[in-house]
Every structure is written in C-alpha cells, then in structure tokens.
C-alpha cells in the first residue's frame, strides 16, 4: 500500500453508512463518515474527535488531557495499529477498513486547532459568531464551526479537487519537516495555534461570544487552517505508508 494522498478533501459523503457491507465510498468521502457513525454504531468513538484543555494551560499536557485514555491522539495511535495488522480472514478485514475511516478522519480532526480546545467553551462550539457570506450578508455560526471549513470556504477551499491544488504546493522540504511519529507534538502545536490564532484576533484580543469575524480575522486564519490541512495530508500518508511497510512504532505516545 502506498498513500500518496496528503489533502483527502470532501463536502459531502454518499454511501457512507454505518455498515460495511454496502458498496465503499471512495477514500474521500470515508473520510467523513466518522461523523456520522458517533451518534449511532460507533457512540463509544465520540471522544476521539477532540482533546479539551483547561483554558488557564499554556500547554497541552497528556496526563491531564488523556487521562481517562480516550482522546483523539490515543485514537490515532489505536487505528494506526490496526491498520498494521495482518488480515487473513473477515474479521481483521473489516477491522482494517474502519481503521482507514478512523485514522484519516482522527488526523484531519486533530490538525483543525479547536478540536485541542478550552474545556470551558468546547473547543469554540459555545462561541456564538456572525460570519459575512459571499453576498455582502452575514449568518450565523460559531468558532468552532468556522474553523471546521468556513474559513477554507472561504479562502476557496471547498471540494474534493482542491486536494490536488494543495497537494501541489507542498515542497519536499515541508514534507521532510511535518512528517513525524511524534503525535503528541502535533496536539501541542494545534492548541498553541487555538490559543494564539483561533481564540484571539490579530491585534491579541480574545474572540467573544456574539461578535462579528472580522475581515481581519479571516483573512489571518485562512493561511494557518490551510497549512494545517496540508500537514494532515502529509502526515496522514506518512503513517498509512508506515503501517503497509510494517515501520510504524509499537507505541507512539510516552505518557510523562
């Protein structure tokens, strides 16, 4: 198996039920379907989308934040360990494939800053925001949302086609620095980028419940969402390469 897939875009997702004995979905749209199966067939998955902070820490800290062993890098570390195995008979098959689902959809969740957010307002869902729309209007959403794919909306992100765009960009010498085992490190440059690009505008000022994204606001965080989507891709292709090659770590994750 050879990823070669860094940015899996998709706006929608057909036939990702939660079962999977219907046709497959392409990769691009497996991708999403974790959404989906929380609410239903995989509810005890509900907790591996996220990572929550206490807002008074500067720091992500994995005793304190994984302690009940149920946060999205602990996930990660599961789904790429059972993308590794071997599967001979139906079972560990079908095993292989959710892990597919949930590895990919676990690395783009964890690169998108709020989902290592403040506990307080989980991860921005409780900041009620007003966005402008493309025709000079505004509608409302809040933080969280907004980083979830508003502003790559906006920015021009928005298909499955952009992925090749993005995939275009990236230089060897990124792909040589993002790629890593370390997955904790990439936890703790997405809460660092919660703290100082998601939650405050550029003047330092902390976003509030109820106000307007300004033009500012957007214009800054377009750049930071995108070169995040970009390390997942690279990132996400490193581990599948990982595990088909049989050189991903036993333990990616060292508790303190």
Known sequence: ????????????????????????????????????????????????HYINVPKAESEFSINRDCRAMDCNIIAIQRYARYLSEPAESDRPKERKALALRFLSHFVADLHQPLHVGFVEDLGGNRIDVTMPNASGGTFSSNLHEAWDGQILGRGGLSSQSDGTTLNAEITPA???????????????????????????????????????LSAAYLDAAFPVAKE?????????????NAAAAGTLPANMIKFE
């Open 1 to 48: 198996m050879n990823a070669n897939v860094r940015n899996p875009l998709g706006s929608s997702c057909p036939g990702c039920n939660n079962s999977l004995s219907s046709q497959p979905p392409s990769f691009q749209t497996a991708c999403l379907w974790p959404d989906d199966s929380r609410d239903d067939t995989f509810k005890g998955t509900y907790e591996y």
């Open 174 to 212: 990124e792909v040589t620095a993002w790629e890593s085992f370390d997955i904790k490190a990439w936890a703790a440059e997405s809460y660092q980028l919660a703290r100082s690009k998601a939650y405050r505008h550029p003047d330092g000022t902390p976003v509030v419940d109820g106000e307007t």
């Open 228 to 240: 995040q989507l970009k390390k997942a891709g690279v990132r996400l292709a490193f581990l599948i």
